[in-house]
Protein backbone atom coordinates (compact mmCIF):
# COMPACT_ATOMS: atom_id res chain seq x y z
CA UNK A 1 0.00 0.00 0.00
CA UNK A 2 1.36 3.38 -1.00
CA UNK A 3 1.50 5.10 2.69
CA UNK A 4 1.22 8.56 1.20
CA UNK A 5 -2.32 8.17 -0.35
CA UNK A 6 -5.25 9.82 1.56
CA UNK A 7 -8.31 6.66 1.64
CA UNK A 8 -11.04 9.16 1.34
CA UNK A 9 -14.57 8.61 1.93
CA UNK A 10 -17.51 11.05 1.54
CA UNK A 11 -20.75 10.77 3.82
CA UNK A 12 -23.13 10.75 0.60
CA UNK A 13 -23.56 10.71 -3.38
CA UNK A 14 -25.49 13.84 -3.58
CA UNK A 15 -25.77 17.18 -5.02
CA UNK A 16 -22.71 18.35 -2.99
CA UNK A 17 -20.62 15.26 -3.66
CA UNK A 18 -21.09 15.36 -7.48
CA UNK A 19 -20.33 19.06 -8.26
CA UNK A 20 -18.16 20.39 -5.27
CA UNK A 21 -16.24 17.20 -4.13
CA UNK A 22 -15.90 14.06 -5.84
CA UNK A 23 -14.72 15.95 -9.22
CA UNK A 24 -11.47 17.21 -7.30
CA UNK A 25 -11.19 14.63 -4.98
CA UNK A 26 -11.12 12.62 -8.03
CA UNK A 27 -8.41 14.20 -10.31
CA UNK A 28 -6.03 14.21 -7.48
CA UNK A 29 -5.11 10.89 -7.02
CA UNK A 30 -1.20 11.07 -6.67
CA UNK A 31 -3.29 12.44 -3.03
CA UNK A 32 -6.60 10.73 -2.57
CA UNK A 33 -8.10 7.20 -3.28
CA UNK A 34 -11.76 7.57 -3.15
CA UNK A 35 -12.53 4.28 -1.08
CA UNK A 36 -16.40 5.03 0.38
CA UNK A 37 -19.14 6.69 -0.20
CA UNK A 38 -22.63 6.43 1.88
CA UNK A 39 -25.70 5.79 0.06
CA UNK A 40 -28.65 5.17 2.37
CA UNK A 41 -30.94 3.43 -0.40
CA UNK A 42 -28.85 3.55 -3.85
CA UNK A 43 -25.84 2.35 -5.10
CA UNK A 44 -25.50 5.71 -7.86
CA UNK A 45 -21.09 6.15 -7.15
CA UNK A 46 -20.90 2.50 -8.64
CA UNK A 47 -21.48 4.23 -11.99
CA UNK A 48 -18.06 6.67 -11.53
CA UNK A 49 -16.26 4.24 -8.53
CA UNK A 50 -17.53 0.76 -9.53
CA UNK A 51 -14.15 -0.60 -6.88
CA UNK A 52 -15.34 2.29 -4.13
CA UNK A 53 -17.20 0.57 -1.05
CA UNK A 54 -21.21 1.41 -0.26
CA UNK A 55 -21.96 2.14 3.23
CA UNK A 56 -25.52 2.24 4.28
CA UNK A 57 -24.66 4.66 7.42
CA UNK A 58 -22.25 7.05 8.61
CA UNK A 59 -22.17 5.27 11.67
CA UNK A 60 -20.73 2.23 9.50
CA UNK A 61 -18.62 4.87 7.92
CA UNK A 62 -16.92 5.86 10.89
CA UNK A 63 -16.34 2.58 12.21
CA UNK A 64 -14.24 2.03 9.17
CA UNK A 65 -10.52 1.03 9.80
CA UNK A 66 -9.49 1.75 6.17
CA UNK A 67 -10.79 5.12 6.00
CA UNK A 68 -7.95 8.50 6.52
CA UNK A 69 -10.28 11.05 5.40
CA UNK A 70 -13.68 11.76 5.49
CA UNK A 71 -15.76 14.57 4.10
CA UNK A 72 -19.10 15.64 6.46
CA UNK A 73 -21.23 17.02 3.39
CA UNK A 74 -24.30 15.75 5.04
CA UNK A 75 -27.89 18.19 5.69
CA UNK A 76 -26.30 21.27 7.97
CA UNK A 77 -27.83 20.23 11.18
CA UNK A 78 -25.83 17.07 11.44
CA UNK A 79 -22.33 18.81 10.59
CA UNK A 80 -21.27 18.93 14.31
CA UNK A 81 -22.38 15.35 15.11
CA UNK A 82 -21.12 13.95 12.44
CA UNK A 83 -17.62 15.79 12.43
CA UNK A 84 -17.20 14.91 16.07
CA UNK A 85 -17.83 10.96 15.57
CA UNK A 86 -15.46 11.00 12.64
CA UNK A 87 -12.95 13.37 14.81
CA UNK A 88 -13.41 10.63 18.04
CA UNK A 89 -13.08 8.04 15.46
CA UNK A 90 -9.57 8.79 14.48
CA UNK A 91 -10.36 10.55 10.89
CA UNK A 92 -9.38 13.64 9.53
CA UNK A 93 -12.12 15.52 8.43
CA UNK A 94 -13.41 18.29 6.06
CA UNK A 95 -16.97 20.14 7.38
CA UNK A 96 -18.98 21.34 4.58
CA UNK A 97 -19.88 25.45 5.08
CA UNK A 98 -21.94 26.24 7.60
CA UNK A 99 -18.89 24.38 10.25
CA UNK A 100 -21.17 24.34 13.18
CA UNK A 101 -24.92 26.03 14.25
CA UNK A 102 -23.04 27.65 16.99
CA UNK A 103 -19.42 28.60 18.28
CA UNK A 104 -19.19 26.18 21.11
CA UNK A 105 -19.56 23.42 18.58
CA UNK A 106 -16.89 25.27 16.76
CA UNK A 107 -14.72 25.42 19.26
CA UNK A 108 -15.41 21.69 20.48
CA UNK A 109 -14.77 20.34 16.88
CA UNK A 110 -11.28 22.37 17.09
CA UNK A 111 -10.43 21.03 20.43
CA UNK A 112 -11.11 17.23 19.77
CA UNK A 113 -9.03 17.48 16.51
CA UNK A 114 -5.81 19.51 18.40
CA UNK A 115 -6.47 16.54 21.78
CA UNK A 116 -6.32 13.93 18.84
CA UNK A 117 -3.57 15.64 16.32
CA UNK A 118 -6.20 15.07 13.48
CA UNK A 119 -6.53 17.62 10.35
CA UNK A 120 -9.84 19.47 10.22
CA UNK A 121 -10.74 21.89 8.08
CA UNK A 122 -14.13 23.75 6.27
CA UNK A 123 -14.89 23.57 3.02
CA UNK A 124 -15.24 27.41 2.50
CA UNK A 125 -14.85 27.02 -1.25
CA UNK A 126 -15.88 30.44 -2.39
CA UNK A 127 -11.99 31.59 -1.65
CA UNK A 128 -10.66 29.37 -5.00
CA UNK A 129 -13.56 31.22 -7.48
CA UNK A 130 -12.08 33.51 -10.14
CA UNK A 131 -14.25 36.35 -8.97
CA UNK A 132 -12.87 36.06 -5.45
CA UNK A 133 -8.95 36.29 -6.10
CA UNK A 134 -10.08 39.07 -8.69
CA UNK A 135 -11.35 40.63 -5.65
CA UNK A 136 -8.30 40.11 -3.65
CA UNK A 137 -6.14 41.23 -5.98
CA UNK A 138 -7.69 44.82 -6.11
CA UNK A 139 -7.85 44.99 -1.93
CA UNK A 140 -4.32 43.74 -1.54
CA UNK A 141 -2.91 46.48 -4.31
CA UNK A 142 -5.07 49.12 -3.43
CA UNK A 143 -6.28 49.58 -6.26
CA UNK A 144 -8.83 51.59 -4.83
CA UNK A 145 -6.90 53.28 -2.62
CA UNK A 146 -8.66 53.70 1.06
CA UNK A 147 -11.72 51.40 0.93
CA UNK A 148 -15.38 53.51 2.09
CA UNK A 149 -17.58 50.93 1.52
CA UNK A 150 -18.63 47.79 0.12
CA UNK A 151 -21.77 45.13 -1.07
CA UNK A 152 -21.33 41.13 -1.48
CA UNK A 153 -24.38 40.08 -2.53
CA UNK A 154 -25.30 35.96 -2.68
CA UNK A 155 -29.39 35.95 -4.41
CA UNK A 156 -31.25 33.62 -5.66
CA UNK A 157 -34.88 33.48 -7.13
CA UNK A 158 -36.99 30.75 -5.16
CA UNK A 159 -40.75 31.83 -4.38
CA UNK A 160 -41.27 27.79 -3.95
CA UNK A 161 -40.22 25.53 -1.16
CA UNK A 162 -36.81 23.52 -1.81
CA UNK A 163 -37.60 20.32 -3.55
CA UNK A 164 -34.79 19.54 -0.80
CA UNK A 165 -37.30 19.08 2.27
CA UNK A 166 -35.23 19.65 5.11
CA UNK A 167 -33.45 22.55 3.75
CA UNK A 168 -36.78 24.55 5.03
CA UNK A 169 -36.78 22.83 8.39
CA UNK A 170 -36.40 25.55 11.32
CA UNK A 171 -33.38 23.49 12.53
CA UNK A 172 -29.59 24.68 13.85
CA UNK A 173 -27.69 25.24 11.20
CA UNK A 174 -30.28 26.15 8.29
CA UNK A 175 -31.60 29.23 7.00
CA UNK A 176 -29.73 32.08 4.74
CA UNK A 177 -27.32 33.30 6.95
CA UNK A 178 -26.02 29.85 7.29
CA UNK A 179 -26.44 28.82 3.64
CA UNK A 180 -25.22 31.58 1.54
CA UNK A 181 -24.47 34.46 4.12
CA UNK A 182 -21.63 32.01 5.33
CA UNK A 183 -19.86 32.39 2.16
CA UNK A 184 -19.92 36.03 2.25
CA UNK A 185 -18.99 36.25 5.45
CA UNK A 186 -15.82 33.88 4.77
CA UNK A 187 -14.64 36.14 2.12
CA UNK A 188 -15.00 39.42 4.40
CA UNK A 189 -13.08 37.93 7.02
CA UNK A 190 -10.10 36.71 4.53
CA UNK A 191 -10.26 40.33 2.61
CA UNK A 192 -10.84 42.47 6.13
CA UNK A 193 -10.29 40.52 9.12
CA UNK A 194 -12.78 40.54 12.22
CA UNK A 195 -15.33 43.23 12.15
CA UNK A 196 -15.57 45.46 15.28
CA UNK A 197 -18.91 45.54 15.66
CA UNK A 198 -22.41 44.25 13.63
CA UNK A 199 -25.67 45.54 12.82
CA UNK A 200 -28.43 42.82 10.89
CA UNK A 201 -31.99 42.34 9.59
CA UNK A 202 -33.51 38.91 9.33
CA UNK A 203 -36.80 37.73 8.66
CA UNK A 204 -38.73 35.30 6.32
CA UNK A 205 -40.33 37.03 3.56
CA UNK A 206 -42.14 34.02 1.33
CA UNK A 207 -45.70 33.32 3.22
CA UNK A 208 -44.46 29.38 3.37
CA UNK A 209 -41.17 29.93 4.83
CA UNK A 210 -40.01 28.61 8.41
CA UNK A 211 -36.20 29.59 8.15
CA UNK A 212 -35.04 33.18 7.67
CA UNK A 213 -34.98 33.77 3.81
CA UNK A 214 -33.71 37.65 3.77
CA UNK A 215 -31.08 38.71 5.25
CA UNK A 216 -28.98 42.17 5.44
CA UNK A 217 -26.21 42.50 7.38
CA UNK A 218 -23.75 45.33 8.03
CA UNK A 219 -19.90 44.64 9.47
CA UNK A 220 -18.34 47.73 10.92
CA UNK A 221 -14.10 47.58 10.77
CA UNK A 222 -11.89 49.94 12.60
CA UNK A 223 -11.34 52.24 9.91
CA UNK A 224 -14.39 53.43 9.37
CA UNK A 225 -14.67 50.86 6.14
CA UNK A 226 -18.41 48.95 6.29
CA UNK A 227 -19.50 46.00 4.50
CA UNK A 228 -23.39 45.24 3.50
CA UNK A 229 -23.89 41.62 3.32
CA UNK A 230 -26.82 40.85 1.57
CA UNK A 231 -28.85 37.50 0.51
CA UNK A 232 -33.05 36.64 -0.71
CA UNK A 233 -34.23 34.39 -2.13
CA UNK A 234 -36.81 36.90 -3.93
CA UNK A 235 -34.57 38.32 -6.06
CA UNK A 236 -35.60 37.73 -9.80
CA UNK A 237 -33.24 40.55 -11.29
CA UNK A 238 -29.87 39.68 -10.08
CA UNK A 239 -27.51 42.62 -8.94
CA UNK A 240 -23.58 42.21 -8.29
CA UNK A 241 -22.11 40.09 -6.30
CA UNK A 242 -19.31 42.62 -4.98
CA UNK A 243 -19.03 46.34 -5.24
CA UNK A 244 -16.29 48.22 -3.55
CA UNK A 245 -16.15 51.63 -3.31
CA UNK A 246 -12.78 54.02 -2.58
CA UNK A 247 -11.56 57.44 -2.45
CA UNK A 248 -9.79 56.47 -6.02
CA UNK A 249 -12.23 54.27 -7.64
CA UNK A 250 -14.94 51.68 -8.00
CA UNK A 251 -15.08 47.67 -8.43
CA UNK A 252 -18.06 46.01 -9.98
CA UNK A 253 -18.61 42.44 -10.32
CA UNK A 254 -21.61 40.16 -11.45
CA UNK A 255 -21.35 36.64 -9.80
CA UNK A 256 -20.46 33.83 -12.42
CA UNK A 257 -20.71 30.62 -10.44
CA UNK A 258 -18.52 29.13 -13.87
CA UNK A 259 -17.56 26.03 -11.83
CA UNK A 260 -21.32 24.75 -10.81
CA UNK A 261 -22.63 25.80 -14.02
CA UNK A 262 -20.10 23.75 -15.91
CA UNK A 263 -20.13 20.78 -13.12
CA UNK A 264 -23.86 20.05 -13.87
CA UNK A 265 -22.85 20.18 -17.60
CA UNK A 266 -20.69 17.11 -17.03
CA UNK A 267 -17.49 19.21 -17.52
CA UNK A 268 -14.42 17.60 -15.15
CA UNK A 269 -11.87 19.70 -13.46
CA UNK A 270 -8.73 18.33 -16.35
CA UNK A 271 -10.96 20.02 -19.05
CA UNK A 272 -9.21 22.67 -21.00
CA UNK A 273 -11.62 25.17 -20.54
CA UNK A 274 -12.99 24.28 -17.28
CA UNK A 275 -12.89 27.29 -14.65
CA UNK A 276 -12.59 30.09 -17.04
CA UNK A 277 -15.42 32.83 -17.33
CA UNK A 278 -16.61 34.31 -20.76
CA UNK A 279 -15.51 37.67 -21.41
CA UNK A 280 -18.86 39.02 -20.73
CA UNK A 281 -18.36 38.30 -17.03
CA UNK A 282 -15.56 40.11 -16.44
CA UNK A 283 -15.65 43.01 -13.45
CA UNK A 284 -15.55 46.79 -14.26
CA UNK A 285 -13.05 48.55 -12.69
CA UNK A 286 -13.09 51.86 -12.42
CA UNK A 287 -10.30 54.12 -11.68
CA UNK A 288 -8.72 58.40 -11.20
CA UNK A 289 -6.79 58.82 -14.02
CA UNK A 290 -3.41 61.52 -13.82
CA UNK A 291 -5.26 63.84 -15.33
CA UNK A 292 -8.44 63.32 -12.64
CA UNK A 293 -10.50 61.59 -14.87
CA UNK A 294 -12.49 58.50 -14.66
CA UNK A 295 -11.43 55.45 -16.50
CA UNK A 296 -13.15 51.94 -16.81
CA UNK A 297 -11.92 49.05 -17.73
CA UNK A 298 -12.55 45.08 -17.58
CA UNK A 299 -11.16 43.27 -15.26
CA UNK A 300 -10.77 39.61 -16.32
CA UNK A 301 -11.05 36.81 -13.37
CA UNK A 302 -8.25 33.92 -13.06
CA UNK A 303 -9.20 30.68 -13.77
CA UNK A 304 -11.34 28.75 -10.57
CA UNK A 305 -10.70 25.85 -9.49
CA UNK A 306 -11.71 23.77 -5.82
CA UNK A 307 -8.43 21.76 -6.99
CA UNK A 308 -6.70 24.21 -4.86
CA UNK A 309 -8.29 22.82 -1.68
CA UNK A 310 -7.90 19.61 -2.10
CA UNK A 311 -4.10 20.12 -3.22
CA UNK A 312 -3.32 22.31 0.16
CA UNK A 313 -5.45 19.37 2.05
CA UNK A 314 -3.43 16.55 0.76
CA UNK A 315 -0.07 18.55 1.74
CA UNK A 316 -1.25 19.00 5.37
CA UNK A 317 -2.48 15.45 6.00
CA UNK A 318 1.29 14.22 4.43
CA UNK A 319 2.97 16.92 6.76
CA UNK A 320 0.97 16.02 9.68
CA UNK A 321 1.68 11.84 9.01
CA UNK A 322 5.28 12.86 8.71
CA UNK A 323 4.42 14.96 12.19
CA UNK A 324 4.57 18.90 11.58
CA UNK A 325 3.99 20.36 14.90
CA UNK A 326 2.09 23.21 12.44
CA UNK A 327 0.84 22.85 8.96
CA UNK A 328 -1.38 25.06 6.58
CA UNK A 329 -4.82 23.66 6.09
CA UNK A 330 -6.39 24.96 3.16
CA UNK A 331 -9.02 26.48 5.66
CA UNK A 332 -8.33 27.41 9.39
CA UNK A 333 -10.98 25.99 11.53
CA UNK A 334 -10.66 29.40 13.84
CA UNK A 335 -11.62 31.03 10.60
CA UNK A 336 -14.62 29.36 10.03
CA UNK A 337 -15.22 29.73 13.99
CA UNK A 338 -15.02 33.33 13.26
CA UNK A 339 -17.53 33.38 11.40
CA UNK A 340 -20.37 31.56 13.40
CA UNK A 341 -19.91 33.84 15.76
CA UNK A 342 -20.01 36.64 13.64
CA UNK A 343 -23.49 34.81 12.44
CA UNK A 344 -24.71 34.38 15.87
CA UNK A 345 -24.11 38.30 16.51
CA UNK A 346 -26.27 38.92 13.51
CA UNK A 347 -28.95 37.00 15.13
CA UNK A 348 -28.89 38.68 18.08
CA UNK A 349 -28.59 42.30 16.46
CA UNK A 350 -31.90 41.39 14.54
CA UNK A 351 -33.60 39.97 17.87
CA UNK A 352 -32.88 43.24 19.93
CA UNK A 353 -32.66 45.70 16.38
CA UNK A 354 -29.11 47.51 17.82
CA UNK A 355 -25.63 46.88 16.97
CA UNK A 356 -23.79 44.25 18.51
CA UNK A 357 -20.38 44.26 19.18
CA UNK A 358 -18.15 41.70 18.47
Not at 140 to 145: A, E, G, T, V
Not at 231 to 247: R, T
Request: glycine share 4%; charged share 25%.
Amino acid sequence: MNTDIIRTAICSYGYSTRIFHEPYIASLPEYFELKAFVERHSSNSKERHPSAHIYRSCEELFAAEDIDLVVVNTPSPTHFDYARRALEAGKHVVVDKPFTATSEEAKTLIDIAEKKNLVLTVFHNRRWEGEFIAMKQVVDQKFLSKLIDGEFRFERFKNKPNPKAHKEEPLPGNGLMYELCTHLIDQALVLFGMPKSVYAEICREREFSQIDDYCAVTLYYENQFRLLIKSSLLVADIGPSCILNGHAGSFVKYRANILEEQSVKGMRPDDANFGKEDAATAARLTRLTADGSLKTTEYASPVSSYKGFYQQLGEAIRANRKGAARFNVPVEPEDALKGIRIIEAAYESARQRRVIDL
